[in-house]
C-alpha cells in the first residue's frame, strides 16, 4: 500500500562556483595555466591584458540555489551588463606582479635518448645481421637503470616470437658480452649488481686492488655485500688494508650505469614555486608567482554585441538567443575571473600562516626551529577549512633562502621532550642524521644505542621509534654502515 510522508533533510550542497576555486586551489603554477588557456579557448568572452573601454562586469548573479539559470530572453536587461555608472572592479585592481619578478630557469634541451644512443653505437660494431637483430633486441630489453632483467632463455624464446630471429642460448650469451656489454656506459646490459661491479672493473685495467676486488666480488659477493669484513681477511689472507683499498676502488663504480646518461628518456620534472619568501632587512617578505595572478577581463566584443542589441529597433529570435549566450557566457567568465582572485587570496592567507607560524625556520633555514604543524592549526588560525589548507599544502612549492620545498614538508606531528615541551618530529629527525653522521663508522651506533643518546639529549623515544626514522631519512642499519 503505497503512503505520503513528509521527511525534512538538512542537505549542503556545494554550488558549480564553490566546486571550480577547490579545483583551482589545488592546482600548481603550471597546472594552473594549461587551465587557464583552457578556459580562454573555450570561453570567447574571456580575455587577456589590459582593457581601453570601460565595462561593467558586476554581473547579477540571477540562479536559484541549485544552480539553473531562470533568466528569459524576453526580458533580459541589457543595461545591467553595460552600465557604466561606476568603474569595474578590474580597472582598479593593481596587479603588483610583473614579469621581472618572475625567477627564470634554464629549459632542458632535447637530445639522443639512452635508448637511441647504444642503438646508434652497434653500428660501430663489425657484426652480422642476425647479431645485429640480436643486439638491438638486447638494447631494447635493457632497462633505465641499465640492467637486463629477464633471463636469457626468456629472451630466446622473444626473439624467435617477436623478430623471427631464431638462435640459440650460446648465441645470445656471446652477443651479450662481447657487444652489448662493450657499450657505453660501461656496464649498460649486465644481470645483476655483481656482473654490473665487475664488468667496470675489468674494463679499467689490470692492478693488484682490481684483480683483488674482482676476485672479491666473483667468490664472496654476499659477504662484501653485507660487510662482513672479518670472514673477507679470513678468506682471502689479506690485511685490514688491502681490504680498505678494495672498498675504496668498488665505492667508485657506478651501480646503475644506465641512470647516469645525461639523455636519458626520462621526462626531466620542472619546479616551478608558487612562492617566493625572502629576507629584507631581517624581515621575511612573501610574494606570489606572477603566473599566479594574470590579467583577466571580459573581451569588448562582447559589449559591442549587447550595445547593437539593445540599439535595434527589431529584435528577431535568432537575435534573442545570440543575447541568451552571450549572457551565459558573460557569467562564465565573471565566475572564472571571482574564482581566480579568490584563489589568489587563499593561496596568500595559506602561506602566510604558515611562514609566520615557522617564522624561525625561515629567518634560519635550520629544520630543529620547525614548530609542530598540522592542517588544523593553519585551517584555525585563518578560519578555513583544513581540506582547504590541505589542497594549498599537498601540491604547492616555495622558493626560500634554502632551496625550493613543498609546502608540506613544513608540516609534522608533535612529541612530548622530557621538559613536557611539544617539540617537532621533524627537529628529533635532524638530531638523530646528526647523530649517525658523527658517528664512529668502524663500530656504528645500533638503534638502541642511538634511543640513549636521543633520550640523553631530552628526546625519550622508543627503539622501534629510532628504526621507523631512521627508515624514512633512508639511512642503513648499523651493520651496513660499517667502514674500515
Not at 106 to 127: V, W
Not at 253 to 261: A, H, R, T, V, W
Not at 329 to 339: R, S, T
Not at 373 to 380: C, E, P, R, S, V
Given at each position: 500500500?503505497?503512503?505520503?510522508?513528509?521527511?525534512?533533510?538538512?542537505?549542503?550542497?556545494?554550488s558549480?562556483?564553490?566546486?571550480?576555486?577547490?579545483?583551482?586551489?589545488?592546482?600548481?603554477?603550471?597546472?594552473f595555466?594549461?587551465?587557464?588557456?583552457?578556459?580562454?579557448?573555450?570561453?570567447?568572452?574571456?580575455?587577456?591584458?589590459?582593457?581601453?573601454?570601460?565595462?561593467?562586469?558586476?554581473?547579477?548573479?540571477?540562479?536559484d540555489?541549485?544552480?539553473?539559470?531562470?533568466?528569459?530572453?524576453?526580458?533580459?536587461?541589457?543595461d545591467?551588463?553595460?552600465s557604466?555608472?561606476?568603474?569595474?572592479?578590474?580597472?582598479?585592481?593593481?596587479?603588483?606582479?610583473?614579469?621581472?619578478?618572475?625567477?627564470?630557469?634554464?629549459?632542458?634541451a632535447?637530445?639522443?635518448?639512452?635508448?637511441?644512443?647504444?642503438?646508434?653505437?652497434?653500428?660501430?660494431?663489425?657484426?652480422?645481421?642476425?647479431?645485429?637483430?640480436?643486439?638491438?633486441?638486447?638494447?631494447?630489453?635493457?632497462?633505465?637503470?641499465?640492467?637486463?632483467?629477464?633471463?636469457?632463455?626468456?629472451?630466446?624464446?622473444?626473439?624467435?616470437?617477436?623478430?623471427?630471429?631464431?638462435?640459440?642460448?650460446?648465441?645470445?650469451?656471446?652477443?651479450?658480452?662481447?657487444?652489448?656489454?662493450?657499450?657505453?656506459?660501461?656496464?649498460?646490459?649486465?644481470?645483476?649488481?655483481?656482473?654490473?661491479?665487475i664488468?667496470?672493473?675489468?674494463?679499467?685495467?689490470?692492478?693488484?686492488?682490481?684483480?683483488?676486488?674482482?676476485?672479491?666480488?666473483e667468490?664472496?659477493?654476499d659477504?662484501?655485500v653485507?660487510?662482513?669484513?672479518?670472514?673477507?681477511?679470513?678468506?682471502?689472507?689479506?690485511?685490514?688494508?688491502?681490504?680498505?683499498?678494495?672498498?675504496q676502488?668498488?665505492?667508485?663504480?657506478?651501480?646503475?650505469?644506465?641512470s647516469?646518461?645525461?639523455?636519458?628518456?626520462?621526462?626531466?620534472?620542472?619546479?616551478?614555486?608558487?612562492?617566493?619568501?625572502?629576507?629584507?632587512?631581517?624581515?621575511?617578505?612573501?610574494?606570489?608567482?606572477?603566473?599566479?595572478?594574470?590579467?583577466l577581463?571580459?573581451?569588448?566584443?562582447?559589449?559591442?554585441?549587447?550595445?547593437?542589441?539593445?540599439?535595434?529597433t527589431?529584435?528577431?529570435?535568432?537575435?534573442?538567443?545570440a543575447v541568451?549566450?552571450?549572457?551565459q557566457?558573460?557569467?562564465?567568465?565573471?565566475?572564472?575571473?571571482?574564482?581566480?582572485?579568490?584563489?589568489q587570496?587563499?593561496?596568500?592567507?595559506?602561506?602566510?600562516?604558515?611562514?609566520?607560524?615557522?617564522?624561525?625556520?625561515?629567518?634560519?633555514?635550520?629544520?630543529?626551529?620547525?614548530?609542530?604543524?598540522?592542517?588544523k592549526?593553519?585551517?584555525d588560525?585563518?578560519?578555513?577549512?583544513?581540506?582547504?589548507?590541505?589542497?594549498?599544502?599537498?601540491?604547492?612549492?616555495?622558493?626560500?633562502?634554502?632551496?625550493?620545498?613543498?609546502?608540506?614538508?613544513?608540516?609534522?606531528?608533535?612529541?612530548?621532550?622530557?621538559?613536557?615541551?611539544?617539540v617537532?618530529?621533524?627537529?628529533?629527525?635532524?638530531?638523530?642524521?646528526t647523530?649517525?653522521k658523527?658517528?664512529?663508522?668502524?663500530?656504528?651506533?645500533?638503534?638502541?644505542?642511538?634511543?640513549?643518546?636521543?633520550?640523553?639529549?631530552?628526546?625519550?623515544?622508543?627503539?622501534?621509534?629510532?628504526?621507523?626514522?631512521?627508515?624514512?631519512?633512508?639511512?642503513?642499519?648499523?651493520?651496513?654502515?660499517?667502514?674500515?
Amino acid at each position: 500500500m503505497l503512503k505520503q510522508s513528509l521527511q525534512y533533510k538538512l542537505l549542503q550542497k556545494l554550488s558549480p562556483q564553490q566546486i571550480q576555486l577547490m579545483k583551482l586551489i589545488q592546482l600548481p603554477t603550471q597546472a594552473f595555466e594549461e587551465r587557464l588557456k583552457q578556459e580562454i579557448e573555450e570561453n570567447p568572452a574571456l580575455d587577456t591584458g589590459k582593457e581601453s573601454e570601460t565595462f561593467d562586469d558586476d554581473l547579477s548573479n540571477e540562479y536559484d540555489d541549485d544552480g539553473t539559470d531562470k533568466i528569459d530572453t524576453e526580458d533580459i536587461n541589457i543595461d545591467e551588463y553595460l552600465s557604466d555608472d561606476e568603474i569595474p572592479s578590474y580597472k582598479t585592481q593593481a596587479n603588483n606582479y610583473s614579469s621581472d619578478d618572475e625567477e627564470k630557469h634554464t629549459p632542458y634541451a632535447a637530445g639522443t635518448t639512452f635508448h637511441q644512443s647504444l642503438k646508434n653505437q652497434l653500428n660501430t660494431f663489425r657484426i652480422n645481421e642476425e647479431e645485429k637483430a640480436i643486439a638491438e633486441f638486447l638494447v631494447g630489453s635493457i632497462d633505465d637503470s641499465g640492467y637486463i632483467r629477464r633471463s636469457i632463455l626468456d629472451l630466446v624464446d622473444d626473439l624467435a616470437f617477436t623478430q623471427n630471429v631464431f638462435t640459440t642460448e650460446e648465441k645470445v650469451t656471446s652477443v651479450l658480452k662481447n657487444v652489448v656489454h662493450n657499450l657505453d656506459p660501461i656496464g649498460v646490459g649486465a644481470r645483476d649488481l655483481k656482473e654490473c661491479l665487475i664488468i667496470q672493473l675489468k674494463t679499467k685495467g689490470e692492478t693488484e686492488v682490481r684483480s683483488l676486488s674482482i676476485e672479491i666480488l666473483e667468490h664472496a659477493f654476499d659477504h662484501f655485500v653485507k660487510k662482513h669484513y672479518k670472514k673477507l681477511i679470513e678468506k682471502f689472507n689479506i690485511s685490514e688494508d688491502q681490504l680498505k683499498l678494495v672498498n675504496q676502488e668498488i665505492s667508485k663504480l657506478n651501480p646503475k650505469p644506465g641512470s647516469s646518461y645525461a639523455g636519458n628518456n626520462k621526462i626531466a620534472e620542472q619546479i616551478v614555486p608558487d612562492f617566493t619568501i625572502r629576507i629584507l632587512d631581517g624581515e621575511l617578505d612573501l610574494t606570489l608567482n606572477a603566473r599566479n595572478a594574470p590579467e583577466l577581463h571580459v573581451s569588448k566584443e562582447y559589449n559591442n554585441m549587447l550595445k547593437g542589441y539593445q540599439e535595434s529597433t527589431t529584435k528577431s529570435k535568432s537575435q534573442k538567443d545570440a543575447v541568451f549566450f552571450i549572457k551565459q557566457k558573460l557569467d562564465a567568465a565573471k565566475w572564472f575571473i571571482d574564482a581566480i582572485k579568490q584563489r589568489q587570496q587563499t593561496l596568500m592567507l595559506t602561506m602566510n600562516c604558515i611562514m609566520h607560524y615557522q617564522y624561525e625556520y625561515f629567518l634560519t633555514g635550520d629544520e630543529r626551529k620547525l614548530k609542530p604543524m598540522i592542517l588544523k592549526d593553519i585551517a584555525d588560525q585563518i578560519n578555513m577549512d583544513v581540506s582547504t589548507v590541505s589542497r594549498v599544502a599537498n601540491s604547492k612549492y616555495v622558493s626560500t633562502p634554502y632551496g625550493t620545498k613543498l609546502i608540506k614538508e613544513f608540516f609534522s606531528e608533535s612529541m612530548k621532550n622530557d621538559q613536557g615541551e611539544d617539540v617537532s618530529t621533524k627537529e628529533i629527525k635532524k638530531i638523530l642524521e646528526t647523530v649517525i653522521k658523527e658517528e664512529n663508522k668502524r663500530k656504528p651506533l645500533t638503534d638502541d644505542k642511538l634511543s640513549t643518546i636521543l633520550k640523553e639529549k631530552g628526546y625519550p623515544i622508543a627503539r622501534r621509534t629510532v628504526a621507523k626514522y631512521r627508515e624514512q631519512l633512508d639511512i642503513p642499519v648499523a651493520r651496513l654502515r660499517k667502514e674500515i
